[in-house]
């Protein structure tokens, strides 16, 4: 295997610019490596956690849950209750959507978005005043429902051994 070689601590703020550059060119898997190498020199880094968070879930595809584990990997990192929660709902919100076919029906999505949304409702409560980023995703998410009317809820709890986070089959 290789030895990476280390990023200079002067050479962080550029190397986040080149990370964004690269999640907004659609290129996830070069910004995630970019995260990897800041946070091996600054493990605190908060802008890396939230763009390698980012760039894990922009790869969000059906069926590859590695970068689903690994973005919430990602959560207690941060030190904020709030960025947590939102980005928690982030997390769902982005997953259900990569799951979802468009004109098919699956209560999988729309509850995946729905348990965003009550992660977005929670970060609402302890947001920082002139911070409506949360209000901003529940209402987007409320959309994207209205939308695809073609997703309806289900509660799978009631199926033998299936909780509300387990897809059924």
């Keep these: 295997m290789f030895e990476f070689r280390p990023l200079t601590p002067e050479a962080i703020p550029r190397a986040l610019a080149k990370a964004e550059r690269y999640r907004l060119l659609n290129e996830p898997e070069e910004a995630e490596s970019i995260c990897e190498d800041i946070l091996r020199v600054d493990p605190d880094n908060h802008e890396a956690i939230i763009t390698l968070l ?3 879930t922009d790869g969000f595809h059906p069926g590859a849950s590695g970068n689903l584990n690994r973005a919430r990997e990602l959560l207690p990192r941060m030190n904020d209750a709030y960025e947590r929660t939102y980005y928690e709902g982030i997390i769902c ?3 259900a959507k990569a799951q979802h076919r468009a004109h098919r029906s699956s ?7 729905r348990e ?6 929670k970060a609402e409560e302890i947001s920082p005043p002139g911070n ?3 209000v901003l995703r529940w ?7 209205e939308k695809n009317e073609h997703l309806k ?3 799978v709890s009631s199926e033998a051994g299936f909780g509300d986070e387990v897809p059924p089959k």
């Design 54 to 56: 980012l760039a894990l």
């Design 93 to 95: 919100e982005r997953w």
């Design 107 to 113: 209560p999988f999505v729309h509850n995946g978005i």
């Design 116 to 121: 965003a949304m009550r992660f977005y409702e």
């Design 132 to 134: 409506d980023d949360a």
């Design 139 to 145: 209402n987007a998410c409320a959309r994207y429902l």
């Design 153 to 155: 809820p289900e509660d």
